[in-house]
């Protein structure tokens, strides 16, 4: 749905357990219309929308995708982004580091993004641009004692996306529609903060990339790289680039002076508390934290000190013994809570962080698609646990207040 002039706000699907296409579509049927009643009933409502494999090949066969042209149109709804990180089963079981197998140095991998591709450009609205949000290459543990087996990797994904690219500029000189890739950095990923992001694009896609999709295309390097710029860009998660401690703007400039572009902003939140100086306050705190150190996915915690050092752990459950010790004043925790709470009991969130996002985005259209993306609803502590419908849509509501106050405000001081 619109919520200012082209900005597009849509909330991921991955929240819904289902891998394959029946359970997809019966969550949407489920779901979706019943949002749209609540949010926008008399305007389009965008879909952002989370497939498997499994399901990204059973919704290509026998008229499974026309049925869902069809089903869309008639509902008045739309798809313009999809989830592609993710390649298998994302709930109620044991995730952890299998969220980046396959990773992008893999042709299942490949081929998985060609079908989601396939699928984006035959449901994507011919007036705005599309993307697929994907992982940040892989995951930096399982190379940090080969770097022979890292650069392969670097390599071997950059080739892999450069074959991504010549599709999508194939699919926009027959049809016309602008279709992207979306790297999503997130902690201990291959590319986890800015910084990595300009490099992985300077020196190794751009390159390596750049001189495979000349050859495919037969066309320069400069011309290649172009479209490489044009064709992979960033999902920007305000969760992870907050547990990062990385400020929106020093990261939007950042990605500007290089050429890279957003193609997506995934809004969630992140968990974060303040050290307190008294021990017995440090031992609330841990047992506060022990209910989301859950067994599904990973909850990377960096914790940073009074001097600006980063202490960084792989999980929460890791960090935990810790955090009576270390010499830290902060912990951001890679768990994404409801955007619409900003305390809890003796924890806090990276609220603030989506609200600057916002702010920037009123001054600076960096990208077109918001996608909110707290997908922790099942694994929640029982106290943090709503309605899952209402819950959705007082994500909705909370985004489109606050991007209503901003508006507001900003025509006060016009006047």
């Not at 303040?274 to 960096?302: D, N, W």
Request: net charge negative; aromatic share 10%.
């Amino acid at each position: 749905m619109k919520i200012d002039r082209n900005l597009h706000l849509t909330y991921c699907t991955n929240i819904h357990p289902g891998e394959g296409w029946n359970q997809v579509f019966a969550n949407l049927q489920r779901y979706v219309p019943a949002l749209k009643q609540r949010l926008a009933p008399t305007k389009p409502f965008g879909i952002g929308l989370r497939l498997a494999d499994v399901a990204a090949r059973e919704l290509l066969a026998d008229n499974n995708l026309i049925e869902l042209r069809s089903w869309l149109r008639d509902r008045n709804l739309y798809v313009f982004t999809l989830n592609g990180f993710p390649f298998g089963e994302f709930h109620h079981q044991v995730v952890k580091d299998r969220v980046y197998a396959p990773d992008w140095s893999r042709l299942e991998r490949l081929n998985y993004t060609l079908r989601l591709i396939r699928i984006l450009a035959e449901l994507l609205p011919d007036e705005i641009d599309g993307g697929i949000s994907t992982l940040p290459l892989s995951y930096k543990p399982w190379f940090e004692q080969n770097s022979t087996t890292r650069a392969f990797v670097y390599s071997t994904a950059s080739i892999h996306i450069a074959q991504v690219v010549a599709e999508m500029v194939r699919i926009r000189a027959e049809t016309g529609k602008l279709l992207h890739l979306d790297l999503e950095p997130e902690p201990d990923g291959l590319i986890e903060n800015s910084a990595e992001v300009v490099d992985y694009f300077q020196t190794k896609l751009l390159p390596i990339g750049g001189r495979y999709l000349a050859h495919q295309l037969g066309i320069s390097q400069t011309a290649a790289e172009t479209h490489l710029l044009e064709h992979v860009r960033v999902c920007y998660d305000t969760c992870h680039f907050a547990v990062e401690y990385e400020e929106p703007a020093t990261v939007f400039s950042r990605f500007r002076a290089a050429g890279i572009q957003v193609g997506k902003i995934q809004l969630s939140s992140a968990l974060k508390l303040i050290v307190p100086e008294q021990t017995e306050q440090r031992r609330q705190l841990v047992e506060r934290l022990h209910p989301f150190a859950e067994s599904t996915y990973l909850h990377q915690a960096i914790a940073c000190d009074r001097n600006g050092k980063l202490y960084r752990y792989s999980d929460l459950a890791v960090a935990l013994p810790d955090l009576e010790q270390i010499p830290a004043c902060e912990w951001r925790i890679h768990f994404h809570v409801p955007i619409f709470i900003r305390d809890y009991q003796f924890l806090q969130s990276t609220q603030d962080h989506i609200q600057t996002v916002l702010e920037l985005l009123q001054r600076d259209r960096i990208c077109n698609c918001l996608e909110i993306e707290t997908y922790t609803w099942d694994v929640l502590p029982e106290d943090m646990k709503l309605d899952l419908v209402s819950s959705i849509q007082r994500e909705y509501e909370s985004v489109i207040n606050y991007q209503s106050s901003i508006i507001s405000d900003r025509l006060l001081v016009a006047n």
